[in-house]
């Protein structure tokens, strides 16, 4: 497990939130599967914690027929920065989309908004009095973000350019057209995975289970739906539906794998 205190490097993932059209029952389901608390009321944005550990985040956006106000059906994934202002020119020169932002979250930090040239969203957080997820790498918190797109080049050109990442092969996966994205510093962040069959490119969060088969017991029962489980080489995995449409994955790490 890990529990942060300070902002981390910049590019780190650092938050993650998901927009609902029910706080109510968001919490119902994400309390029963991975037994998080939440602060009292019905904001429009709801902190998710984890024995008392913020760890991510419900904004509450109305349903809506339309298009262009729909949800989006996925986790939002925030990379750290320590200049809001720099990060958002570098992600306009690099090709990118600033939607929203650099804009001040009361006292807790800095939040923008952004969509890669292939139209992935993503966001940036400057953190103050939250830093951004107080829990990680433990059941019930952020695990991992991996980008999915059928057309990986431009966002292996975006990412680097904004981020300073580095680049590496994956030895473990032969035959998968997966990079690894690595901080200056070396340390890894997460990866580009090439499927062609995707349809559409987007960021993708996993979050740790103690027991996947278990946690799919609990979301179903929740009333959300799962895919069955399947080993991959580092986790026992599952893709699991929320009962508004957002998917998400959940992970228990195998033994005897780092």
Not at 20 to 26: I, L, Q, S, T, W
Not at 65 to 86: H, I, K, M, Q, R
Not at 114 to 131: C, K, M, Y
Request: overall charge negative; glycine content about 10%.
């Amino acid at each position: 497990m890990s529990h942060v205190t300070r902002n981390q490097p910049a590019g780190t993932p650092t938050w993650t939130d998901l927009d609902v059209p029910d706080v109510g029952r968001a919490k119902e389901f994400y309390g029963a599967l991975f037994g998080w608390e939440f602060e009292p009321g019905e904001n429009v944005y709801t902190l998710c914690r984890l024995r008392g550990r913020a760890v991510a985040g419900f904004r509450h956006v109305p349903a809506s027929d339309s298009p262009a106000t729909a949800l989006p059906g996925l986790w939002c994934v925030y990379f750290a920065t320590d200049d809001s202002e720099a990060t958002a020119k570098r992600i306009a020169d690099a090709g990118g989309t600033l939607t929203r932002g650099p804009v001040e979250i009361a006292d807790q930090g800095l939040l923008s908004l952004a969509t890669d040239p292939s139209g992935s969203r993503f966001g940036l957080w400057e953190g103050r009095a939250l830093v951004g997820c107080e829990t990680v790498n433990e059941p019930g918190s952020l695990l991992r973000n991996d980008l999915t797109s059928p057309d990986p080049g431009p966002a292996r050109e975006f990412y680097p350019a904004v981020f300073d990442f580095t680049m590496d092969g994956n030895d473990d996966l032969p035959g998968a057209d997966f990079t690894f994205l690595r901080r200056p510093d070396g340390h890894e962040i997460g990866g580009i995975l090439g499927d062609p069959e995707a349809p559409s490119a987007a960021w993708q969060t996993l979050f740790e289970v103690a027991d996947t088969d278990a946690a799919v017991e609990r979301a179903v029962a929740a009333g959300g739906t799962a895919e069955t489980p399947s080993d991959t080489i580092y986790v026992r995995m599952a893709k699991i539906t929320d009962p508004f449409g957002n998917t998400f994955q959940v992970g228990a790490r195998l033994v005897n794998k780092p």
